[in-house]
């Protein structure tokens, strides 16, 4: 295969992309993340709200596309819920895998514990503001969701 062979696509997400499990979680990591870098918020419950939405986008279209009813039912919607955690736990695999793939990230050791030493989060906080910065330490694009 050559490089003439290659077609790129004419979109990165679409419709479409709501009807796949490995596209909706794109779609909440790209978001999440960002959300993350740019405003520096990130509450843990941020990627599963927007998860859910997904999947309940996800349901509206495919039902739209599929079916003769007006609306989807109950029962749809549900296994949208449903559908939203497995894009919740599919995106915040893929933060932690990828957070931790060059040795960036926050390392475990057994117990749960930081594996590197951390230093205590007072002195961080007084750095901070010695420094003449905001005491909410800066979240980078990867910084793990929980």
Do not use: C
């Not at 509450?43 to 939405?53: G, I, N, Q, R, T």
């Not at 475990?108 to 590197?116: F, I, N, T, V, W």
Request: net charge neutral.
């Amino acid at each position: 295969m050559s490089l003439a062979d290659v077609t790129l696509p004419g979109e990165f997400f679409s419709l479409a992309s709501f009807g796949t499990v490995g596209g909706a979680a794109a779609i909440v990591f790209v978001i999440s993340n960002t959300l993350q870098s740019v405003f520096n918020f990130n509450p843990k419950w941020l990627a599963f709200v927007l998860s859910l939405v997904v999947g309940g986008v996800g349901v509206a279209i495919l039902h739209q596309a599929t079916a003769t009813a007006p609306r989807a039912s109950a029962l749809e919607y549900g296994i949208g819920v449903l559908n939203g955690f497995l894009i919740y736990l599919t995106a915040a695999g893929g933060t932690a895998v990828l957070s931790n793939a060059g040795g960036k990230g926050n390392p475990r050791s057994e117990d749960g514990k930081p594996a590197l030493p951390q230093p205590p989060v007072s002195a961080l906080l007084q750095q901070r503001v010695d420094l003449g910065e905001s005491a909410a330490p800066k979240r980078g694009f990867l910084h793990p969701w929980f």
